[in-house]
């Protein structure tokens, strides 16, 4: 049986009334970011031409740049950045091994979806912060996402038979960051290990998953 | 016999002496500049623990800052940087290759010494451009060595038993830098083709290689 802490958001659970403790969303969104950054790395090193591997280095440098916000925040706090965010490394090291890819284009899909999926979540999440954090504006500001989505589009219409094997790609992806995103509520929530709580949360999320594939002309 | 082309510099050739034409000179650096962030982002992925990976963010954002200055350079002239790079890419990767390293330790001393090499060699050869160029100045400006040097100091105070391993590698790593180098001043400047001309530009190089490894307490 249903059993609401609290009986007055029993019916509806917006994923801001989640919201960890300030240090933990700080290591927990630069630990993630940080990972963006690695996929990217990761794709620039297979790139298959001079022209993608240049594209891919200014979401690099946007998700780096995002990564030395949130870490810049938790050192003016006094926080050891180091520190905080070994709390959660293994987690993100797992979900990146979980979501690699086996080549370059799966490599940037998955850059694409799950950076995507996870920034949304960690922008929606800091809604819920007991104090608002101006550093956290960047998770939802200049983004990598229209070079990936660029880079994706031209390889899919330079090989049609790459759709299907992307789309199947991106249905396993959604699967893997949806489980990191209720790991990171559950590790830092208690209110989020009621299961019934966390389901709602996600259908926007998803939602919006499901717009980032249609924009790739793939089904979600 | 050695037959000069310039009588008045035949005794002496300075590095600068030999410099390509500038859009020559920033698509080879720029493509350099991307390797070097390549390899930090390389020892990222392979980082030992979470404060290693760390401390290796900021020479991944000075490396891929050098790097995007460049291009802008190019941009502003009006350059399409993929193809100028293009000429470049093929050696640079097959330089990476050769000095990519089979652990994190000889990862992180490629990322320290090649660059060290590599970016005062080009440096130098900025001096000689027939139009000084203020984006140069990066090449020069906030290095990624002091985080380098303090992760690799600390892993050879750790594990004595690695100093003899990482002299050798750092020793191949030298061979392996001139070489590409030497095969930049080749491949833009005819004056370089003289092999008894660019033996003693190399001089200044070596000593400052010695003195960086010298550094790290290691032979060079």
Request: with cysteine; hydrophobic share 50%; glycine share 4%.
């Amino acid at each position: 049986m249903l059993k609401p802490r609290r009986a007055s958001t029993a019916q509806r659970v917006e994923l801001a009334d989640l919201a960890p403790d300030l240090t933990s969303f700080l290591g927990q969104s630069a630990c993630v970011q940080l990972g963006h950054f690695q996929t990217i790395a990761q794709a620039i090193e297979t790139a298959p031409t001079v022209e993608a591997r240049l594209a891919l280095t200014r979401p690099a440098a946007v998700t780096l740049e995002r990564y030395h916000t949130l870490v810049r925040e938790l050192e003016r706090r006094e926080q050891d950045a180091a520190a905080v965010m070994a709390r959660f490394s293994e987690g993100v090291d797992a979900f990146r091994q979980a979501t690699a890819g086996r080549d370059w284009y799966e490599t940037v899909i998955t850059a694409y979806i799950t950076a995507g999926f996870l920034d949304d979540f960690f922008a929606r999440l800091a809604e819920g912060l007991a104090e608002p954090v101006r550093a956290v504006a960047v998770l939802s500001g200049e983004s990598a996402e229209g070079k990936l989505v660029a880079l994706l589009q031209a390889a899919i219409e330079a090989d049609p038979t790459l759709a299907s094997r992307l789309a199947m790609w991106g249905r396993r992806l959604v699967g893997d960051t949806m489980l990191i995103a209720r790991a990171a509520l559950v590790a830092t929530s208690d209110r989020a290990a009621d299961e019934a709580h966390i389901e709602p949360v996600f259908t926007e999320l998803i939602a919006a998953h499901t717009r980032r594939m249609d924009t790739l002309g793939l089904t979600a």
